[in-house]
């Protein structure tokens, strides 16, 4: 292998650029040229390709965005465009990809590796963190930091005003962004599609949980929840509790943005150089990770099909962190019901 490319594809997420440096640095190290792919699959069907040295990766590190850019191809999608795509790579006499990006960014490179063979290792690049066989993703410690410094400001006015604020974070099918952030900024709840929680339990925790004793209230919601949106869920629950003060925010694409933190500039920087290491070790369809600390690399096939679950203690933690354990409204009146009895007959027994 004497010459590989570079791409980014998909959402843009905070250390990318950290990765894409590391991947010419360390295939430099290594004594590879290597070449950046411009808008990711749309690129190499319009063979967009530039060399790149080391001075086109300087003072980039602790930017955001992409400096290869991104774009989500359809024309990648058709047997015509990944022929198209493979022919520019052979012009420009490419041995091996490493792609940066999500689930589809991977579907497009076990499909393109299975039609036409070139090796490719991928770096899990996305916010959402929903990727199986790595810990954490590039940009997803960075989202979080920007969600809770969202949160600590509208706990300011929510305090103020004495209002409940649903905010809505990113995560169509996964609520990683939502149930840290919620740990992290202190939020009396985190709604996500793992949770499976439906409206009417919602409106039962603000009458009968956690929240019930607390002027002002934090409700993390992740947008892909089953439940609905912020605002939906907000609508909702202002329609069954008319006196509550209700506001929603969305945060939407602000957490994308800015200058990714140490954690994910150093994840970047491991998951660059692994992937460039693993090319060399003839590696090919998998993903580079770290679980546990650890180096891994999983299998393209794994990655996309299978779902990596939220630690169930992060939940718990949530509700138990509140100080107040939540009770179905069965258990509620029932509680209420003994305690009334129990102050009856102390107040019978001292008379």
Same mark, same amino acid.
């Given at each position: 292998?004497? @010459?590989?490319?570079?791409?980014?594809?998909?959402?843009?997420?905070?250390?990318?650029? $950290?990765?894409?440096?590391?991947? #010419? @640095?360390?295939?430099?190290?290594?004594?590879?040229? #290597?070449?950046?792919?411009?808008?990711?699959?749309?690129?190499?069907?319009?063979?967009?390709?530039?060399?790149?040295?080391?001075?086109?990766?300087?003072?980039?590190?602790?930017?955001?965005? /992409?400096?290869?850019?991104? $774009?989500?191809? *359809?024309?990648?999608?058709?047997?015509?465009?990944?022929?198209?795509?493979?022919?520019?790579?052979?012009?420009?006499?490419?041995?091996?990809?490493? $792609?940066?990006?999500?689930?589809?960014?991977?579907?497009?490179?076990?499909?393109?590796?299975?039609?036409?063979?070139?090796?490719?290792?991928?770096?899990?690049?996305?916010?959402?963190?929903?990727?199986?066989?790595?810990?954490?993703?590039?940009?997803?410690?960075?989202?979080?930091? /920007?969600?809770?410094?969202?949160?600590?400001?509208? @706990?300011?006015?929510?305090?103020?005003?004495?209002?409940?604020?649903?905010?809505?974070?990113?995560?169509?099918?996964?609520?990683?962004?939502?149930?840290?952030?919620?740990?992290?900024?202190?939020? &009396?709840?985190?709604?996500?599609?793992?949770?499976?929680?439906?409206?009417?339990?919602?409106?039962?925790?603000?009458?009968?949980? /956690?929240?019930?004793?607390?002027?002002?209230?934090?409700?993390?919601?992740?947008?892909?929840?089953?439940?609905? =949106? %912020?605002?939906?869920?907000?609508?909702?629950?202002?329609? %069954?509790?008319?006196?509550?003060?209700?506001?929603?925010?969305?945060?939407?694409?602000?957490? =994308?943005?800015?200058?990714?933190?140490?954690?994910?500039?150093?994840? $970047?920087? @491991?998951?660059?150089?692994?992937?460039?290491?693993?090319?060399?070790?003839?590696?090919?369809?998998?993903? #580079?990770?770290?679980?546990?600390?650890?180096?891994?690399?999983?299998?393209?096939? *794994?990655?996309?099909?299978?779902?990596?679950?939220?630690?169930? *203690?992060?939940?718990?933690?949530?509700?138990?962190?509140?100080?107040?354990?939540?009770?179905?409204?069965? &258990?509620?009146?029932?509680?209420?019901?003994?305690?009334?009895?129990?102050?009856?007959?102390?107040?019978?027994?001292?008379?």
């Amino acid at each position: 292998m004497k @010459r590989i490319a570079v791409f980014t594809s998909g959402g843009d997420a905070p250390g990318m650029n $950290a990765c894409i440096r590391a991947v #010419v @640095r360390a295939g430099h190290y290594y004594g590879l040229e #290597v070449f950046g792919v411009i808008r990711g699959y749309d690129g190499m069907i319009n063979g967009d390709l530039m060399e790149m040295d080391d001075r086109s990766v300087s003072n980039i590190i602790q930017k955001g965005g /992409t400096i290869l850019k991104s $774009a989500r191809s *359809e024309a990648f999608r058709t047997p015509e465009g990944r022929k198209k795509a493979f022919q520019n790579l052979k012009k420009f006499g490419i041995d091996g990809l490493v $792609a940066i990006g999500g689930n589809g960014t991977f579907t497009g490179a076990q499909l393109f590796h299975s039609e036409f063979g070139i090796p490719c290792v991928g770096c899990p690049g996305t916010i959402d963190n929903d990727l199986y066989g790595t810990d954490f993703t590039i940009g997803y410690d960075t989202a979080v930091n /920007t969600c809770l410094a969202a949160i600590d400001r509208i @706990r300011d006015t929510a305090d103020a005003h004495e209002r409940a604020f649903f905010i809505e974070v990113m995560g169509r099918d996964t609520g990683y962004i939502a149930v840290r952030s919620a740990i992290g900024g202190g939020a &009396e709840m985190a709604i996500m599609p793992e949770k499976k929680m439906n409206v009417k339990d919602i409106i039962e925790k603000f009458k009968y949980g /956690t929240s019930s004793s607390k002027s002002s209230h934090i409700v993390v919601v992740a947008e892909g929840d089953t439940s609905g =949106r %912020a605002g939906e869920i907000a609508s909702a629950v202002k329609k %069954a509790i008319p006196d509550l003060d209700i506001k929603v925010t969305i945060l939407g694409h602000v957490q =994308r943005g800015g200058a990714p933190t140490a954690a994910d500039r150093v994840l $970047a920087s @491991r998951l660059g150089l692994g992937a460039v290491e693993g090319l060399l070790k003839s590696k090919t369809n998998v993903m #580079v990770g770290v679980i546990n600390r650890t180096l891994t690399y999983t299998d393209f096939k *794994e990655t996309i099909t299978k779902k990596k679950p939220i630690n169930n *203690e992060l939940s718990r933690m949530i509700e138990i962190l509140n100080g107040r354990k939540y009770q179905q409204p069965s &258990e509620a009146k029932a509680s209420a019901k003994a305690e009334k009895s129990t102050k009856a007959k102390k107040k019978a027994k001292s008379k």
